[in-house]
C-alpha cells in the first residue's frame, strides 16, 4: 500500500479546493457582504467571517425579514430548513444594501458531470469538493498493482478519513478494491455543519460517488458502498439519491426507523444505547472533537482548520430528543429509511443480527420496501451488532462485492480475511470460512448466473454452535433459504394466555372474573437496567458475562407453554396482544419470549416494548405477527381506569428454532434488564398493572411460524449461541 507525500497531499487540497471555487453548481457562488461572507447551500445558507456576538438578519426575495441570528464566537451562522430562493443577509436593522445569493432545493439537478471530472483524488488524504463548495475530507488508499481498481467508499460521521485508521482500508485493499474514507459534513477535517442524517448529506454522498468514480483509477468508473452501522447507514441516503456511478451498497447492521426501531422502541426512549450515541455524535461533531482533526490543523492542514468554522451551529440532537417523544412526519420520516428505500436502483447486500446490541434488529423490515432495487440479498442472524461480519457472512458479502462491484468471478482472498477479522472482533482464533460456492473455471457471466440462482434471504441459525467449532465461534450452525420477506410460507400462528400462567394453543373458554385477576408491580428497580455491565466491544466475544436475571417475585407475570409436540420454527417479528388495565393512566410493557429446554435452561430469545398510550395501530400496516403503532400524539390516550383494553406489543424479529420438548416462555414486566445496552426512561414508578385472559379478553401471543425448516435433533449448548445468554428456569 502507498502512502502519499507532504508534497502529493497538499497538491490534491489546492487542487481540490481550486476546483470547489470554479466549478461550484449554479447558486452555490459565495457573496462579500463587506464584514462577512454568505455561502449558499441546499435548503441552507451560511455566514462565515462575520463579528462575533452580532445579530444578522436573513431576507427573502421580496425584502421581508425572514429570520434573525446572533454571530457564535467562531464567526459563524447557519440557517436551515430554507425553501429554495434567493436570499440576502445583512446586520439587523441595518437597512444596508442586499446581494442576494440563490438557496437551491434537495430535489434539484446535481451539478454537470464536470465539476466531477475536474477534481483529482491521489493516493492518500485530500478533500472532495460538493456542489455548494464546502469540502469533505477524504482518504484514499489504493491497493498494489497496477490500476483501475474496482473501488469502493466507506462514508460516514466517524472517522473514515482519518489516515491513522488504517483497519477498513487494509481489509477491502487486501480484497483488490481501491478503499475511500470519507467524512461527512462537519464531522473530522470536513467542512460544513452537521445534523444527523439531515438531507444535505444525502447529496453530499451522491457528490462523492461521482467525484470518486471520476478518478482514473477507479475501474469502470464506478464505485460501490461498504461499512457498518453509522456508514451502513448512510449507504441508503446515498442511494436514494441515485448517483449514475453507483454499482452497488452493502449496508451492515442497520436500521429501518430511527424513531421507532431504536430511538423510541414502543414509545419509550432508549438512554442506554440511543442517547449516548447521539450525545457521542455531538461531541466529535464540534469544534476539533475528532482529534486527529487537531492533529492535522497543528501540522499545517489550513483546510481542517478552516473548516472547523461552522461546528458552532450544529443542532443540539439531545434537545431534538426532549422535544419529540411522539413520532412527527417533520422530524421522523427523513430519519426513517424504510419511507424512501424505494428509491434504491442498485443492488443491495444486507446484513444483521436480531439481538443487535446496538441498532436493536428491527432492519428487516427494510426488505419487501426495496422495490426498486435489481437484486436484494440478506444474511439475517442471531448474534451481535458485528454479527454482519461474520464467517457465516463474510464470503457471501465478499462474492457480492466481486459480483456487482468489482465485475469479476469472485475471488479467495476473502479466506484469508475473514477469519482475521473475526478473531479481531471476537477473539476466537484459528476459525476459518465455511465451504463456499466453487466459481473456478466459471466464465464472469456464469458466477453471476449462479449467485442469483440461489434464494436471496439467508437465516443463519444458532450462530455460535456450529458442529466442530469452538462454543461462541461466528459461525451458523446451520443456513436456510428463502425467496423473499416476509417468508411467504409463514403462518400467524396463536398461543393463548390463561389465568393460571399457562400458554396454550386453545383459547380459553373461562368468563371473567375478578378472582382470576393477575398482577404485577411495574418496578423498573427491580432489575439491572441492562443484562451486561462491561465494555461495549467485550459484548462482541465468545462468551460475554450476561447478568440476565429471573423477574424477581411480583414484579412481572410469565406464562408458559406444555412441552412442544413437533419443533416450530418462527421467522419473523411477533404480536403479544394483552388486555391490560392500571392503577396509573399509563404504565410501560416490557414483554420477552424465550425457550425452556427440557434439561431446565432457558434461552432468551426476543423482547419487545410498549408505552400503553402509543397503543393506536396503524392499520394498514399492521397484520396477525405484526403491530405498527402511530406514534403520533394525536392518537396517545391513557388508559380508561378500571376497564381492561386491548394492547398489542411488538416482539422485534428473530429467528428460532424450538425443539419437541422445549416449552415457549412469556413474560411481561417494567422494562429494563433484557438487553446487554439497552435501557429505558420509563415512566413505570410502582405501579399495579393487570393483565385478563379468558373468553372474552382472549390475550395471546402470535408467532411467525414458517412450516418445512428441517432443524438439526439436537439443542445447542446453554450459553453457546451468541448475544442469547442462557440461564437455569426458575418459574
Not at 307 to 333: C, E, H, S, W
Request: proline fraction near 8%; include cysteine; charged fraction near 15%.
Amino acid at each position: 500500500m502507498r502512502t502519499a507525500s507532504r508534497a502529493s497531499i497538499a497538491a490534491v487540497v489546492i487542487g481540490t479546493l481550486l476546483a470547489g471555487a470554479q466549478l461550484g453548481a449554479p447558486g452555490a457562488v459565495a457573496a462579500d457582504a463587506g464584514d462577512f461572507t454568505v455561502r449558499p447551500s441546499v435548503n441552507q445558507l451560511y455566514v462565515l467571517d462575520a463579528t462575533p456576538g452580532e445579530q444578522l438578519e436573513l431576507v427573502g426575495a421580496e425584502g421581508a425579514v425572514i429570520a434573525t441570528g446572533i454571530v457564535d464566537t467562531a464567526g459563524g451562522l447557519a440557517w436551515r430548513e430554507l425553501a429554495a430562493g434567493s436570499y440576502a443577509v445583512r446586520p439587523a436593522g441595518s437597512g444596508a444594501p442586499l446581494e442576494t445569493v440563490r438557496v437551491t432545493d434537495f430535489a434539484d439537478p446535481a451539478p454537470a458531470q464536470s465539476f466531477y471530472d475536474a477534481q483529482s483524488l491521489a493516493d492518500g488524504f485530500g478533500y472532495i469538493a460538493t456542489r455548494d463548495g464546502t469540502t469533505l475530507s477524504a482518504n484514499v488508499s489504493l491497493p498494489d498493482g497496477a490500476g483501475p481498481f474496482p473501488t469502493v467508499v466507506e462514508y460516514s460521521g466517524y472517522d473514515p478519513s482519518n489516515p491513522a485508521n488504517t483497519t477498513m482500508a487494509l481489509l477491502y485493499n487486501t480484497l483488490g478494491y481501491a478503499y475511500v474514507g470519507v467524512n461527512i459534513r462537519g464531522t473530522g477535517c470536513s467542512g460544513g455543519s452537521f445534523s444527523n442524517f439531515e438531507p444535505i448529506q444525502s447529496l453530499d454522498g451522491y457528490d462523492v460517488i461521482e467525484t470518486v468514480a471520476a478518478q482514473s483509477w477507479a475501474k469502470f468508473h464506478q464505485a460501490g458502498m461498504v461499512g457498518i452501522s453509522y456508514p451502513g447507514i448512510s449507504q441508503l441516503y446515498v442511494a436514494r439519491t441515485r448517483p449514475p456511478h453507483l454499482s452497488a451498497i452493502s449496508p451492515l447492521s442497520v436500521i429501518d426507523d430511527t424513531y421507532r426501531a431504536t430511538l423510541y422502541p414502543g414509545g419509550i426512549l432508549n438512554t442506554g444505547f440511543a442517547v449516548p450515541w447521539a450525545t457521542e455524535r455531538a461531541t466529535q461533531a464540534a469544534p476539533y472533537g475528532q482529534a486527529w482533526a487537531r492533529t492535522r490543523a497543528d501540522g499545517g492542514d489550513t483546510v481542517c482548520a478552516a473548516n472547523q468554522a461552522l461546528r458552532l451551529q450544529n443542532p443540539d440532537p439531545l434537545q431534538m430528543i426532549r422535544d419529540n417523544p411522539f413520532y412527527t412526519a417533520k422530524v421522523g420520516d427523513p430519519l426513517s429509511p424504510s419511507l424512501f428505500a424505494h428509491d434504491i436502483d442498485v443492488p443491495v447486500f444486507l446484513a444483521g443480527a436480531w439481538q443487535d446490541e446496538q441498532t436493536g434488529g428491527h432492519f428487516p423490515a427494510l426488505l419487501d420496501d426495496l422495490t426498486s432495487a435489481p437484486h436484494v440479498y440478506a444474511s439475517l442472524t442471531n448474534g451481535s451488532h458485528t454479527e454482519s461480519l461474520s464467517l457465516g457472512v463474510f464470503g457471501r458479502y465478499a462474492d457480492f462485492l466481486d459480483l456487482y462491484v468489482a465485475h469479476r468471478v469472485p475471488g479467495e482472498a476473502k479466506r484469508l480475511v475473514a477469519p482475521i477479522l473475526a478473531q479481531s472482533l471476537t477473539g476466537v482464533a484459528g476459525l476459518s470460512l465455511p465451504p463456499q460456492p466453487d466459481y473456478s473455471g466459471l466464465t464472469y457471466e456464469q458466477a453471476l448466473q449462479r449467485f442469483e440462482a440461489d434464494d436471496p434471504i439467508q437465516v443463519l441459525f444458532e450462530e455460535g454452535a456450529a458442529a466442530g467449532q469452538p462454543s461462541g465461534a461466528p459461525l451458523p450452525r446451520f443456513v436456510r433459504s428463502f425467496a423473499s420477506w416476509p417468508i411467504p410460507s409463514l403462518r400467524p400462528t396463536a398461543w393463548h394466555l390463561t389465568d393460571d400462567g399457562r400458554l396454550r394453543r386453545a383459547p380459553s373458554d373461562e368468563r371473567p372474573g375478578p378472582a382470576r385477576e393477575r398482577s404485577y408491580r411495574a418496578d423498573p428497580s427491580a432489575l439491572p437496567e441492562t443484562t451486561y455491565s462491561g465494555s461495549s466491544s467485550g459484548i462482541w466475544a465468545a462468551h460475554p458475562d450476561y447478568d440476565w436475571r429471573q423477574i424477581p417475585a411480583g414484579t412481572g407475570l410469565g406464562w408458559i407453554t406444555a412441552p412442544l409436540r413437533t419443533s416450530i420454527v418462527p421467522i419473523g417479528t411477533g404480536s403479544v396482544d394483552l388486555w391490560v388495565r392500571t392503577t396509573a393512566l399509563d404504565t410501560d410493557l416490557e414483554v420477552t419470549l424465550s425457550e425452556v429446554r427440557p434439561n431446565g435452561t432457558e434461552v432468551y430469545v426476543q423482547s419487545g416494548w410498549l408505552r400503553t398510550s402509543h397503543r393506536r395501530l396503524d392499520a394498514a400496516r399492521s397484520t396477525a405477527v405484526s403491530p405498527v403503532h402511530t406514534d403520533l400524539e394525536s392518537d396517545a390516550a391513557p388508559l380508561p381506569a378500571s376497564r381492561y383494553t386491548k394492547v398489542r406489543v411488538e416482539l422485534f424479529p428473530f429467528a428460532q428454532a424450538f425443539r419437541a420438548g422445549s416449552r415457549l416462555r412469556l413474560t411481561v414486566d417494567a422494562p429494563g434488564g433484557a438487553r446487554p445496552l439497552w435501557a429505558f426512561d420509563t415512566i413505570a414508578h410502582g405501579e399495579r398493572v393487570f393483565v385478563a385472559a379468558d373468553a372474552v379478553r382472549r390475550s395471546r401471543l402470535v408467532l411467525a411460524v414458517v412450516p418445512g425448516v428441517r432443524v438439526p435433533s439436537s439443542a445447542p449448548p446453554c450459553a453457546s449461541l451468541r448475544s442469547q445468554p442462557c440461564r437455569t428456569y426458575r418459574g
